[in-house]
T-cell receptor
């Protein structure tokens, strides 16, 4: 699976959009981009995934660049409960295992 | 529908003791996984299973054993506990179908080996 690079930490004001970047310059054509998050002391939680097109669900939006070498997870209206570590993961298919890096610690402040 | 449950929540072991971490899922998922997470680090895969009777090693399998006799249960066994096994252990499951399989995680077991 391709490696990913994420900033160690980010800050966001409550109510504002949180934009979390991820670089995956070695991604191959059949690899998906997944995002999970881990709230303190809890198990990771699936957020969203995508292959080429931008994706949106009730939790977030995923913007993937045209060359697929980077992506951005967008939380449109961050709340204090969105404070967590966010993991960007690239994997070949649903059958392969997840490889977690250190992720980005997002701190949402009042 | 409880999802993925893990027991115990916390445990302290002495060096050389053994124990089994329990994991059960009620979503009829084919795939199950065990991860460990050391402080400040991401999760590392210990073992996984693609169905009853089938298991395979992950990134850090040494010191652990698993079995999968039913679809629902995937216990993790520590035979001779060592301080290096102090960690938080997460179990996960996924349907194992389609190109975009999503993993669902349990709440974790915090293990300390002294």
């Amino acid at each position: 699976d391709a490696k990913t690079t994420q900033p160690t930490s980010m800050d966001c004001a409550e109510g504002r959009a949180a934009n979390l970047p991820c670089n995956h310059s070695t991604i191959s054509g059949n690899e998906y981009v997944y995002w999970y998050r881990q709230i303190h002391s809890q198990g990771p939680q699936y957020i969203i995934h995508g292959l080429k097109n931008n994706e949106t669900n009730e939790m977030a939006s995923l913007i993937i660049t045209e060359d697929r070498k980077s992506s951005t997870l967008i939380l449109p209206h961050a709340t204090l409960r969105d404070t967590a570590v966010y993991y960007c993961i690239v994997r070949f298919s649903g059958y392969s295992t997840l490889t977690f890096g250190k992720g980005t610690m997002l701190l949402v402040s009042p | 529908n409880a999802g993925v449950t893990q027991t115990p929540k916390f445990r302290i072991l002495k060096i050389g003791q053994s124990m089994t971490l329990q994991c059960t899922q009620d979503m009829n998922h084919n795939y199950m996984y065990w991860y460990r997470q050391d402080p400040g680090m991401g999760l590392k895969l210990i073992y996984y299973s693609v169905g009853a009777g089938i298991t395979d090693k992950g990134e850090v399998p040494n010191g652990y054993n698993v079995s999968r006799s039913t679809t629902e249960d995937f216990p993790l066994r520590l035979e001779l506990a060592a301080p290096s096994q102090t960690s938080v252990y997460f179990c996960a499951s996924s349907p194992g179908q389609g190109m975009t399989d999503t993993q669902y995680f349990g709440p974790g077991t915090r293990l300390t080996v002294l």
